[in-house]
């Protein structure tokens, strides 16, 4: 091996190892940013299917919603129910609702709840509060999440696996819709050496997700040279 190609070597290994660790990065959405998670009654300016689109969300990812007791976030996996606003009738398996555990008819105040995201596909997310009318006015949206990496190990559960998958139903991109309390040991993921969690604000995590391509490229320019 000659000095150029040493040299070569000794420049792509460090790039390659640090691209090789930012690639077990998951990712945290704050859901609206700055908005928080409230309906157009609240803030006009708020659009949630516009702040999700162009992210990418994956298994192990987390969405963070800031809004006050007045508000709930129901997540499902089954488009019925997203579109008809209410969760009552909603299978537990596959929809659920995470509140204050308050009376939402009272003086409001600060609440904040960050969920993970447990399974591919459609998630549909909305406010269940006052009858479903926070949803019908714009406090709800739908994300498609793809494998990623997988599941931390602190996010698996062995129920999941035997859990039924939810059939496949139909999505109309034009529809709109008709008109489980937080557990008290819930947790993020904590971060280790092969699970960093990166905080951001709504930010694409494409760039992490793309990183195994840029080894090959560093990998294949290293050999040329040579």
């Not at 000794?10 to 945290?28: E, G, I, K, R």
């Not at 793809?146 to 991109?173: E, F, W, Y």
């Amino acid at each position: 091996m000659d000095s150029k190609c040493r040299t070569v070597l000794c420049l792509l290994l460090p790039l390659v190892f640090l691209t090789s660790s930012t690639a077990q990065a998951y990712t945290n959405y704050t859901v609206g940013d700055d908005l928080g998670w409230y309906d157009n009654t609240e803030n006009s300016k708020i659009n949630y299917q516009k702040w999700a689109a162009g992210k990418n969300f994956s298994l192990g990812d987390f969405l963070i919603f800031n809004t006050n007791t007045n508000h709930s976030v129901v997540q499902t996996y089954n488009f019925t129910i997203y579109k008809k606003c209410d969760f009552n009738d909603a299978d537990s398996r596959d929809t659920t609702e995470y509140s204050s555990q308050g009376d939402y008819n009272q003086a409001a105040g600060p609440w904040s709840i960050a969920i993970p995201l447990k399974k591919e596909g459609m998630n549909y997310f909305f406010s269940s509060f006052y009858d479903g009318d926070q949803c019908k006015s714009g406090q709800r949206f739908r994300i498609n999440v793809i494998h990623g990496q997988g599941l931390p190990d602190s996010l698996k559960n062995p129920v999941d696996a035997s859990s039924p998958s939810p059939q496949p139903q139909q999505d109309d991109d034009t529809s709109t819709p008709d008109t489980a309390n937080i557990p008290g040991n819930f947790n993020k993921p904590v971060p280790s050496s092969s699970e960093n969690v990166k905080q951001t604000s709504g930010a694409s995590a494409s760039s992490i997700k793309s990183t195994g391509l840029g080894v090959l490229l560093l990998g294949i320019f290293g050999i040329w040279v040579c």
